[in-house]
C-alpha cells in the first residue's frame, strides 16, 4: 500500500481572536519526511496543533486532508484513528492513569471492538521500544507523564509514536530541552520508523536534529507562512548562516507572527 | 417537605428494645440517658450544608433478618464483594439489624482475637466493650444524632486485636440492609492492642433508591501503643437513605491508623472522620474519595488533632461532582500546644463534571504549637480540556478520556482500600455513578 496523503490549504489559525497562521500550504506524503524551521514565534507549533485539533486554537479560513477526508471535520479522536499524530511538545501530565495503561487504551482505541491487543504482545512489543528508546521500564508504571524530566516526555512521545504507527506523524520540537545522548536516542527511534508509509513533519528550530534525521524537504515559517521551502541543502544554508539571509531576500525586518512583511 | 425533628420513640420503648436483647445494666443506662439527651442536644451544625430538611427520623427501627443458609442466596451485589473462597475468610454479613453469617479463624480465636456482634461482646466481654465504648472516642452528649445513636443502636460489631497478634488477612464486614425501610444504627468498635497489627474493611449496601430511611453510623478505632490499624469503607446506601456517619479514632504512641474511605452514597451524606493523634510519634493518613450525583447534598470533614510530639497527619480528600450534586470538603488540621515537631498535611481536590454541580474546599490549619511544619492544598475545578485533547489526540474518546482522567483522580485513594475485591467493587461503583 502506497502512504498517505495529508495536504494543508491557505491554512489560518487564530487563538483568542489573534491570527497567527496566515495561509500555510503543505502537502506530506507517505515514505517522505519534512522538516519546517523556523525562529521562535512565527508559528510552527501553530500548524501542529492546529492540525490535530488542540482546542484552542480556531480555524478561520483553509482546508486540511488525510487521503481527500476533511480533517477539520473530525474530533480530535478522529483525526487519530485516520493515522494523524502529534508528538507534543508539552505533553500533560495525567494523574493516576500509568502510561502502560494509556498505552493500552490508546491501541485498542484505534483497533476494532474484539480485537484487542493481546496484553502478551504489547508487553513484549512496548518492552522491545522501551529498550531502543533507552528508557527505564518502571515509566511504564509510572502515572503519565507526572513528575517526568523534560527528556523523559519527550522519549514517551516517541514510545507512543512508535507503539501507534501513524500514517503521518507531526513532531513538535521533540529535541528541546534533550541533550546530545538523548537526541541520538530518539532520532534513532523516529529513523526506524521510515518506510513508504510513513510520512512525518519535523518541526525544530535547532539544525541540529538534522544531523541525525534526514529530511527530504525543508521549509522555512515566518510571519505565520511557508516562505522558503527546499532540500535538505536548505538546513544546511541555515545552520551555516542563520536565517538573515531570507529575511533579506524576502524583505522581512521581523520575522514573528503579526508583522507584515 | 416538612420533617419532624423528633423521634417517635420514647424511654420506655427504649427499655423495652434493651430488655428484649438481654443488654447489660450498664449499656440500658446509656441508652435513658441517650434518649433524654436526644431530646435536649441541637443537631449537627455544618457550616455551609442545610440539613434542615433532610431526613432523620422518618424510619423502620425494628427490623430483623434471618441467617444466611447459603451464600448462594445472597444478592449478586453482596456477593462481588466476597470474592471466592468465602468460607476460608475472617467475615461478618450483617442482614439488616442482625448478624447472618459469621466466620473467625480457629488460629485467631485461640490468639484470642474478638470478632463478633457488638450485643454479643457487651455480654461476653463487658468490660472490654463498656471501657471503650463511646468514652474517649466519640461522645453521646455531642450533638443530637450521637445520642440518638446510643439509644437506637439496633447493630453493630465489636473487634478486638490483642497484643503483639498481628492478622495478616482482612477482617471482612458487609452490613447489607434488605429491608428498605429498615434504619441502621450501627456501631463498628475497633480495639487494637499495642504492637498489634490489623486491615478492617466494611461495606454498607441497600437498595431503598425510592422508600426513604436513615442510617446513623459510629466508628471508634483506637490504636493503643505501636498498633497498626488499616480502616477500609466503601459505603454505598441507595438514595433513600439520609446518612450520618462520624469515624472516629483514637491514635497512641508510635501508633498508625490508616483509613481508606470510599463514600459513594446516593442519598444525603453528613460525614465526619475525625483522628485524635495522643501519642508521640503516632501517625495517620485520611483518604477518602466520594462521588456525588443527581440532587445529591453531602458535607464531608477530615479533622486530623494533633497531640503528641512529633505526631504526622496525612489528609487526602478527593470528589467528583456531577447532575446537581453539591459537596463540601473540609479539611482540618489542628495542632494542640505542645505537639512539638508535629506535621499536618492536606490535600482536597474536587472535580466538577457538570454545569448544575457544586463542590467547596476548605482547607483550614489550626496551629497552637511554634515549632510545626503544616501544608495545604485545595483545588476546585473542571476536567482540563487540554488533558482530555492529549488522550483524545491518540485515538481514545472523549467519553473514554474523561473515564480515565476520573479514574485517575480518584485513584490515589482507591488503590489504599486493602481487599482487592472490595477496590474493584469501589471501581464499579465509581463506573456507576459517573456514567
Known sequence: MAGST?????????????????????????????????????????????????????????????????????????????????????????????????????????REEGDEIPLMQFIKDMDSKLDTLEIDKNMAQRYLNEGFSGGEKKRNEILQL???????????????????????????????????????????????????????????????????????????????????WIKEELGIDDETVGQEA | MAVDTQLPFDKDYVANYSDKRNEPVWFKDIRQKAIDLADDLPMPNPEKTRIKNWNFTDFEHDVAGSDIQSFDELPEKIRVLLGENVEDRNLIVVRNNDVAYAQLSDDLKAKGVIFEDIFTAMNEHSDLVQKYFMQDGVSIDENKLTARHAALMNSGIFLYVPKNVVIEEPIQVVFWQEDDRAALFNHVLLVADEHSQVTYVENYVSNNDETETVANIVSEVFALDGAKVSYGAVDNFAQGTTSYVNRRGHVERDATLEWALGQMNDGHTLSENVTNLVGDNSLSHAKAVSVGRGNQKQDFTANIRHWGLASEGYILQHGVMKDNAASIFNGIGKVENGATKANAEQESRVLMLS?????????????????VTAGHAASVGRVDPIQLYYLMSRGISQQEAERLVIHGFLAPVVREIPIETVQSQLREVIEGKVY
Request: glycine letters at 10%; hydrophobic letters at 40%; proline letters at 3%.
Open chain 1, 6 to 110: 495529508l495536504e494543508i490549504k491557505d491554512l489560518h489559525v487564530e487563538i483568542e481572536g489573534e491570527e497567527i497562521l496566515k495561509g500555510v500550504n503543505l502537502t506530506i506524503k507517505g515514505g517522505e519526511f519534512h522538516a519546517v524551521m523556523g525562529p521562535n514565534g512565527t508559528g510552527k507549533s501553530t500548524l501542529a496543533s492546529a492540525v490535530m485539533g488542540h482546542p484552542k486554537y480556531e480555524i478561520t479560513q483553509g482546508e486540511i486532508y488525510l487521503d481527500g477526508e476533511d480533517v477539520l471535520e473530525m474530533e480530535v479522536d478522529e483525526r487519530a484513528q485516520a493515522g494523524l499524530f502529534l508528538a507534543m511538545q508539552y505533553p500533560s501530565e495525567i494523574s493516576g492513569v500509568t502510561t502502560s495503561d494509556f498505552l493500552r487504551s490508546s491501541i485498542n482505541s484505534q
Open chain 2, 355 to 371: 454545569e448544575g454541580s457544586r463542590g467547596d474546599a476548605n482547607p483550614i490549619l489550626l496551629i497552637d504549637e511554634d515549632d
Open chain 1, 162 to 244: 512508535m507503539m501507534l504507527q501513524p500514517a503521518i506523524a507531526i513532531l513538535d520540537e521533540i529535541d528541546s530541552g534533550l541533550d546530545i545522548d538523548a537526541l541520538k536516542v530518539v532520532s534513532k527511534g523516529i529513523n526506524e520508523m521510515r518506510s513508504d508509509d510513513f510520512g512525518c513533519l519535523i518541526i525544530t528550530h535547532y539544525q541540529r536534529l538534522l544531523d541525525y534525521i534526514t529530511p527530504d524537504y525543508v521549509h522555512v515559517m515566518m510571519q505565520g507562512r511557508v516562505v522558503k521551502s527546499g532540500g535538505p541543502e536548505l538546513a544546511q544554508r541555515l545552520e551555516a548562516e542563520g536565517y538573515d
